[in-house]
T-cell receptor, first 116, second 116 residues
Framework: AQKITQTQPGMFVQEKEAVTLDCTYD???????LFWYKQPSSGEMIFLIY??????QNATEGRYSLNFQKARKSANLVISASQLGDSAMYFC?????????????FGGGTRLMVKP | GAVVSQHPSWVICKSGTSVKIECRSL??????MFWYRQFPKQSLMLMAT?????????EQGVEKDKFLINHASLTLSTLTVTSAHPEDSSFYIC????????????FGPGTRLTVL
């Protein structure tokens, strides 16, 4: 079974509007972390936001917020006030356990295209 | 934030040659680094976990004799693609997490390997 699922291969959003990128995960480990990364066409992976499984509040970082619904095992990324520079691939990832040596497992990604 | 570098950023080689890719953590120490591979329009797939001073842990299906990993110091891990073939052409990305920092993992800028 897929550990991380991103069901939207591609998304369009109008500039200045908000967009939600879906991510669901599967784990039996009570301690885990969820990450979102942005990958522009240049290829580098840019960290956006992190949510720990024990965090009580949804994570926010500037225009990025994470809609964490633990019971539903979803961790959707919300980008507010979209900008043209937000056009990129977005990956959701999970690390099981809290050890720094635990690897990230990535979802298939969502390509976001912001329309002017 | 923490910086991870990779060298070279782009390499083109003939089939049968070996290619070494370096991953360096520039301002932190990393006992563990990770090597990922990304095919065009696909997600990142973990190849191996590189452990300083010990053998790397390879994911299922990754040939350890084909992809040699050496973690010689706390700031350097190398991936050598031995006897490269065209099917090894891919985008290789390393990552590391600074101990004691926030939970994000920092990625290198990636190395694009093209085998002719």
């Amino acid at each position: 079974a897929q550990k991380i699922t991103q069901t939207q291969p591609g998304m369009f959003v109008q500039e200045k509007e908000a967009v939600t990128l879906d991510c669901t995960y599967d784990t039996s480990d009570p301690s885990y972390g969820l990450f979102w990364y942005k990958q522009p066409s240049s290829g580098e992976m840019i960290f956006l936001i992190y949510q720990g499984s024990y965090d009580q509040q949804n994570a926010t970082e500037g225009r990025y917020s994470l809609n964490f619904q633990k019971a539903r095992k979803s961790a959707n990324l919300v980008i507010s006030a979209s900008q043209l520079g937000d056009s990129a691939m977005y990956f959701c990832a999970m690390r099981e356990g809290h050890n720094a040596g635990n690897m990230l497992t990535f979802g298939g990604g969502t390509r976001l295209m912001v329309k002017p | 934030g923490a910086v991870v570098s990779q060298h070279p950023s782009w390499v083109i080689c003939k089939s049968g040659t070996s290619v070494k890719i370096e991953c360096r953590s520039l301002d932190f120490q990393a006992t563990t680094m990770f090597w990922y591979r990304q095919f065009p329009k696909q997600s990142l797939m973990l190849m191996a976990t590189s452990n300083e001073g010990s053998k790397a842990t390879y994911e299922q299906g990754v040939e350890k004799d084909k992809f040699l990993i050496n973690h010689a110091s706390l700031t350097l891990s190398t991936l050598t693609v031995t006897s490269a073939h065209p099917e090894d052409s891919s985008f290789y990305i390393c990552s590391a997490r600074p101990s004691g920092s926030r939970n994000e993992q920092f990625f290198g800028p990636g190395t694009r390997l093209t085998v002719l």
